[in-house]
């Protein structure tokens, strides 16, 4: 069954250090995601890309995120100066034309010391 | 604001009892309702979904949910749990369409007792 593969599972890094998160969808779809989660909250949606735009964004996708999609398989999402709460589980989705529900990654556990 | 809620934080069951994790959801018009599970150290996987027709939706590995739209809820059924069923489980709206994004409730954690 195809996969949303994220690397890396785990990410530790300084404040103000700038990390990016990288996830290769599944190699047909068309639609791509970003969620995060901070630990005892809620999945919370920050942006959606879709024809190598983004699509939707949420408030808490502000000027230090960035989404890119360099080489039409990676999907990388970018953090310009981490803070303290940055520290989540990020994941990954993608869907195809037809919506039939998103795939996501197994996510990424950024840890901002 | 669209939102989804789920109201039980940790479940602890044993083996053999029945489950139902409670799902609500606020109105906003079409909206399409999914539960994700996710294992200890894995992906989101989808449960089942409802995008209209028959209420009881029937998904993978014998759960099932009952959209019930009066209540605004749509919550998760299993007859009898095993232990492998400890994960946690999130419920998701998706509003306006396919072109909506998915709002997800807090999740539930499951621990089942051998």
């Known amino acids: 069954e195809p996969e949303v593969t994220q690397t890396p599972s785990h990410q530790v890094t300084q404040m103000g250090q700038e990390v990016i998160l990288r996830c290769v969808p599944i190699s047909n779809h068309l639609y791509f995601y970003w969620y995060r989660q901070i630990l005892g909250q809620k999945v919370e949606f920050l942006v959606s890309?879709?024809?190598?735009?983004?699509?939707?964004k949420s408030e808490i996708f502000d000027d230090q995120f960035s989404v890119e999609r360099p080489d039409g398989s990676n999907f990388t999402l970018k953090i310009r100066s981490t803070k303290l709460e940055d520290s989540a589980m990020y994941f990954c989705?993608?869907?195809?034309?037809?919506?039939?529900?998103?795939?996501f990654g197994s996510g990424t556990r950024l840890t901002v010391v | 604001a669209q939102s989804v809620s789920q109201h039980n934080h940790h479940v602890i069951l044993s083996e053999a009892a029945s489950l139902e994790l409670g799902c609500n959801y606020s109105y906003g018009g079409t909206v399409n309702l999914f539960w994700y599970v996710q294992y200890p150290g894995q992906h989101l996987q989808l449960l089942l979904k409802y995008f209209s027709g028959d209420p009881l939706v029937k998904g993978i590995k014998g759960f099932e949910a009952e959209f019930i739209k009066s209540k605004f809820s749509f919550n998760l059924r299993k007859p009898s749990v095993q232990w492998s069923d400890t994960a946690e489980y999130f419920c998701?709206?998706?509003?306006?369409?396919?072109?909506?994004?998915?709002?997800f409730g807090k999740g539930t954690k499951l621990s089942v007792k051998p």
């Open positions: 890309f879709y024809n190598n735009e983004i699509s939707e």
């Open positions: 998701a709206g998706l509003y306006g369409g396919s072109q909506g994004n998915l709002i």
């Open positions: 989705a993608s869907r195809g034309r037809t919506f039939d529900g998103y795939t």
